[in-house]
Nanobody, 126 residues
Framework: QLQLVESGGGLVQTGGSLRLSCAAS????????IGWFRQAPGKEREGVSC????????YYANSVKGRFTISRDTAKNTVYLQINSLKPEDTGVYYC???????????????????WGQGTQVTVSS
């Protein structure tokens, strides 16, 4: 059974940092483009960052450029999202997702993604 599990969320103060993890079971994450999305209360789910299968391509939403970094750890079958300089508007549930179709690139269209984790809550206090 293919499964994605996010972890690493929590409550932090403005300016703080977190590292979110997306671990896979039942498949190899390196075979898929991986995206991170977030959803704030009352808002639609939005794309934050993604990484291609060969890590040659990464993409960040304008709102997080320079503060978020996506990376892979092949040995641990895990994708990370390092989030720094957190702002209250970063608050939300963060999801990782796998796209089975794209090779060598990634996109932040949520409808393109085939497998989703359950999410991890990030709350930034002001």
């Amino acid at each position: 059974q293919l499964q994605l599990v996010e972890s690493g969320g929590g409550l932090v103060q403005t300016g703080g940092s977190l590292r979110l993890s997306c671990a896979a079971s039942g498949f190899t994450l390196d075979d898929y483009a991986i995206g991170w999305f977030r959803q704030a209360p009352g808002k639609e789910r939005e794309g934050v960052s993604c990484i291609s299968t060969d890590t040659s391509s990464t993409y960040y939403a304008n709102s997080v450029k320079g503060r978020f970094t996506i990376s892979r750890d092949t040995a641990k079958n895990t994708v990370y999202l390092q989030i720094n300089s957190l702002k209250p508007e970063d608050t939300g549930v963060y999801y990782c997702a796998a796209d089975v179709h794209l090779i060598g690139l990634c996109v932040l269209r949520k409808n393109d993604y085939d497998y989703w984790g359950q999410g991890t809550q990030v709350t930034v206090s002001s």
